[in-house]
């Protein structure tokens, strides 16, 4: 038997092969080149420890009356020099990054018309606040840009919450709580990840009596630290690796990164392993987290001759009762640590570094092992030292309590498939309710994780109760508002709803994880 | 064969090209959208890719068989394809892509309802076109039946069916 092949049949077979499979085939090699170089990409290489160390300017009201300090903040484009010699966009308040540093008082309003002159819709979270919730920066409650339209996001089901406004919104906080770190950053439903890390996030320290008649370091050595990670192209600029640069159309990440998006250059307020002279004296650090995805394990290297280097006196909900003594600090994304650092067990001129001693993990080995320095202390001199750290820092801390609790909620955290995360197997939707707590209820939740996760819980600080049916563990001491639950833990928190009624959030805060729907709401009825 | 007649067959042949070339053009176009989006939707999740890139392929098969005068066979498949595809998009629109328990909706885009559109037409032109061509009794389905009847034939004559 012979098989004859006609010229026809020949030019089909070719055409066939060409336009049915070549031409596909080369679409998918050009998609997969795109994922695997975003995963290549690497930053300039940068001297560790030659920058000083920059302090984010405190925003001064412009106007005050007897309840309230008015502030106006417009989130524009800046340009800031991160990189020695290098110019990076950045998308910050009042155009820098970090924003400038609010201080309120506990009790006295803060009220903040933030302006939007950045091309993207915006919404602002006030993290570790008890706020309304018309101003707590619900996903989808946005300031749209000049002449942006009303249909924003790409991930459908958003339905009718939605509420916008253009150009400005008027965020008002009570500050009914105790003086504390907290931080705003942007919110937006899908777009979280990106618009915080070009820059979109800065400290709100609310202080009160209690802390004031403290001895603890104040002034010039009461220092804001805020840790992130980034990447940077060849030009200085951030590099994202979204699957939509223009952040208008499809959320999301590239590849691997949709695990979170991990920088191999390690910034503390905005500049890479910069460089801080101190005295041989204390100095309380507010330690903040902010970085999209990673958890730092912090170590000082070397550590002090005698006793822990880290005593810490505050959590996310302020000052603990009693201090802490640490040898590391493991923090993870939105946490937030007030320690004190003591160098006067450090003869002078001695260099102290702030190491991470998870920096050596990294979704890609190109970047292995450049995140493992944070920055570094250099003590530069002598000084009398009026400070101490008192055995009791605050009131008894009137946690909920846990036989109070009426109703138990667990809720799996996992993920994911499909490219989404889910928190009980559904992924986000701004008109499902997951939880109703009554206000002034006490309830128990706790979290299965499947894979690391930070949770953060809108309006309530909790308390940890257990981690894996044990004790908490060393990190969870005192209020929290945010919870790093480990692969294969299950942990257990008992939080009293109280403030105001209406719909808040509660959510993964690898930003990653959440822009890719691993968010619920509870409503306080 | 009168000269009418040879011209209007003539004709009916030419018009049958013309709605051939016009889907295999149809075919192309969702060809075409479906690799615009396969790198978004790839990076979205390689599944998703992976169903572009089929959906693509097969686009891309049915629009080069249609330049070379198919059967019935190619037609057919050619529906059916669509008809799965349209069904995709409405069910993904309508009820909501499956992710872990729940159905998420996707949006409609303009990108989209252009290919469903031409899938649609695409339908309509292969079943029209299916239509005009003579019934053919397919080389497996006459083995079978011809098995089939010879098997019978034999039993009777046994007496097994007695």
Same mark, same amino acid.
């Given at each position: ?349 001695? &260099? ?29 001199? &002598? ?19 846990? &036989? ?122 | ?162």
């Amino acid at each position: 038997m012979t098989l004859k092949i006609t010229r026809s049949k020949f030019l089909k077979m070719g055409l066939i092969g060409g336009v049915g499979f070549a031409l596909p085939l080369g679409v998918w090699q050009t998609a997969r080149s795109r994922i695997s170089g975003a995963e290549a990409v690497v930053s300039p290489k940068v001297k560790p420890f030659t920058v000083p160390l920059p302090i984010p300017p405190v925003l001064k009201p412009i106007r005050a009356d007897a309840t309230t300090d008015y502030y106006e903040i417009t989130q524009k484009a800046g340009r800031a020099e991160i990189l020695p010699g290098l110019q990076t966009e950045v998308w910050g308040y009042d155009g820098i990054f970090p924003g400038p540093t609010v201080e309120a008082r506990s009790g006295r309003n803060v009220e903040i018309r933030q302006w939007n002159e950045l091309p993207v819709p915006v919404s602002v979270h006030l993290h570790g606040g008890k706020t309304p919730p018309e101003s707590d920066g619900y996903p989808t409650d946005l300031i749209l840009p000049e002449g942006h339209g009303r249909s924003t996001s790409a991930h459908a089901g958003h339905g009718s919450v939605e509420t916008h406004r253009h150009f400005f919104k008027d965020y008002r906080y009570p500050n009914e709580q105790r003086a504390a770190t907290l931080w705003y950053h942007d919110h937006r439903m899908d777009f979280t990840g990106p618009q915080n890390y070009r820059g979109l996030s800065g400290f709100y320290i609310i202080r009160d009596e209690v802390e004031d008649g403290l001895p603890l370091p104040q002034g010039e050595k009461e220092v804001p630290l805020m840790i992130t990670d980034r990447i940077f192209e060849e030009d200085g600029s951030f590099y994202y690796p979204s699957i939509d640069p223009t952040l208008e159309g499809q959320p999301g990440v590239l590849g691997e990164y949709h695990k979170g998006v991990f920088g191999d250059t390690i910034l503390v307020n905005g500049a890479p392993w910069p460089t801080m002279e101190v005295s041989n004296t204390r100095y309380r650090f507010r330690i903040l987290n902010a970085s999209n995805a990673r958890v730092y394990d912090l170590a000082l290297d070397p550590p002090p001759p005698n006793g822990k280097p880290f005593v810490q006196v505050g959590s996310d909900g302020g000052l603990l009762s009693a201090p802490i003594s640490h040898e590391r600090v493991r923090i993870s994304p939105a946490e937030r640590f007030d320690v004190v650092i003591d160098f006067s067990r450090y003869p002078v001129g001695t &260099e102290v570094t702030l190491k991470n001693l998870f920096g050596k993990w990294s979704w890609t080995s190109q970047k292995e092992g450049q995140t493992s320095e944070v920055m570094r202390f250099r003590v530069a001199r &002598e000084e009398k030292d009026e400070s101490a750290i008192p055995g009791r820092l605050a009131p008894d801390l009137d946690f909920p309590d846990p &036989e109070e609790a009426e109703v138990r909620r667990e809720f799996n955290i996992f993920g994911s498939a499909l490219g989404m995360f889910t928190v009980n197997e559904k992924v986000f939707d701004p008109e499902r309710i997951d939880a109703r707590p009554p206000l002034g209820s006490t309830e128990i939740w706790e979290f299965n994780s499947g894979f690391d996760h930070p949770m953060h819980i809108h309006l309530v600080h909790f308390k940890v109760l257990s981690r894996g049916g044990k004790e908490p563990g060393p990190y969870d001491a005192g209020w929290k508002d945010t919870l790093f639950v480990e692969k294969g833990e299950d942990v257990r928190v008992a939080a009293r709803f109280e403030g105001y009624r209406g719909k808040y959030v509660f959510h993964c805060h690898n930003l990653e994880h959440e822009d890719m729907m691993m968010m619920a709401n509870f409503e306080v009825v | 064969m009168d000269a009418q007649t040879r011209r209007l067959e003539t004709q009916s042949v030419g018009d049958k090209a013309t709605l051939r070339y016009a889907a295999a053009a149809l075919a192309l176009g969702a060809q075409l959208v479906h690799l615009w989006v396969l790198p978004e939707q790839y990076a979205i999740w390689v599944g998703r890719g992976v169903f572009f890139f089929v959906i693509a392929a097969c686009q891309g098969a049915l629009a080069v068989s249609l330049l070379f005068e198919p059967g019935r066979k190619t037609f057919t498949w050619g529906v059916l394809l669509n008809l799965f595809v349209v069904f995709v998009w409405g069910f993904t629109r309508v009820a909501g892509l499956p992710a872990w328990t729940v159905l998420m909706p996707l949006p409609v885009g303009a990108l989209d309802l252009t290919a469903t559109a031409a899938e649609l037409a695409l339908v309509a032109l292969l079943v029209r076109l299916r239509r005009d061509l003579p019934r053919k009794e397919r080389g497996s389905g006459r083995r079978v039946r011809t098995l089939l009847q010879n098997l019978l034939l034999s039993r009777l004559k046994s007496g097994a069916l007695r």
